[in-house]
T-cell receptor, first 113, second 114 residues
Framework: GIQVEQSPPDLILQEGANSTLRCNFS?????LQWFHQNPWGQLINLFY???GTKQNGRLSATTVATERYSLLYISSSQTTDSGVYFC???????????????FGQGTILTVHP | KAGVTQTPRYLIKTRGQQVTLSCSPI?????VSWYQQTPGQGLQFLFE???????NKGNFPGRFSGRQFSNSRSEMNVSTLELGDSALYLC?????????????FGQGTRLTVV
């Protein structure tokens, strides 16, 4: 099946710093999403971005589908940005992948005041 | 518009028991997927239902089962619970219309097996 690798596994920042999280995937995809998992476990949707670039406030994301990677940018980080960030993909291989997201192992972000 | 609702939020069960978890998708969404999250294995796909039919299944034993009702609500059942089934169980719904497959997750059910 498709492989998803996220880097770095851990990231420690001071408040106000910028960061880039990376997601590499091994096959073409129909769906790529970035999530932030809150302390209670819920996955919060950040971006639905199978290709192209999107921005939402201090966050932006870019997916280069032809090169099989996606980047999540966090600017002017705040302590509330702390948590785990997941990239998840649904391959475009067809029926057996339908409805199934494959997740990376996540990046644990800690932002210190 | 209400989000994905999972009940209960927390459960404690004894080994050997069975458990049923419920998921109500976003109104209009017909696809419901279930995932298990553990510290060791990360987030793993259990199964996906669309219009009351299971379309896809992950690599889990037969003790894990699910179903979807005509109103798109879904339940998953785990029989003969084992300690290793302790996990956060997450449900996701999506419109699954054409190429749009964005998934939205519920708050999860945290299951502890003792």
């Amino acid at each position: 099946g498709i492989q998803v690798e996220q880097s770095p596994p851990d990231l420690i920042l001071q408040e106000g710093a910028n960061s880039t999280l990376r997601c590499n995937f091994s096959d073409s995809v129909n769906n790529l999403q970035w999530f932030h998992q809150n302390p209670w476990g819920q996955l919060i949707n950040l971006f639905y971005i199978p290709s192209g670039t999107k921005q939402n406030g201090r966050l932006s994301a870019t997916t280069v589908a032809t090169e099989r990677y996606s980047l999540l940018y966090i600017s002017s980080s705040q302590t509330t940005d702390s948590g785990v960030y997941f990239c998840a993909v649904e391959p475009s291989a067809g029926g057996t992948s339908y409805g199934k997201l494959t997740f990376g192992q996540g990046t644990i972000l800690t932002v210190h005041p | 518009k209400a989000g994905v609702t999972q009940t209960p939020r927390y459960l404690i069960k004894t080994r050997g028991q069975q458990v049923t978890l419920s998921c109500s998708p976003i109104s209009g969404h017909r696809s419901v997927s279930w995932y298990q999250q553990t510290p060791g294995q990360g987030l793993q796909f259990l199964f996906e239902y669309f219009s009351e039919t299971q379309r896809n299944k992950g690599n889990f034993p037969g003790r894990f089962s699910g179903r979807q009702f005509s109103n798109s609500r879904s339940e998953m059942n785990v029989s003969t619970l084992e300690l290793g089934d302790s996990a956060l169980y997450l449900c996701a719904s999506s419109l699954a219309s054409g190429q749009i497959t964005e998934a939205f997750f519920g708050q999860g059910t945290r299951l502890t097996v003792v």
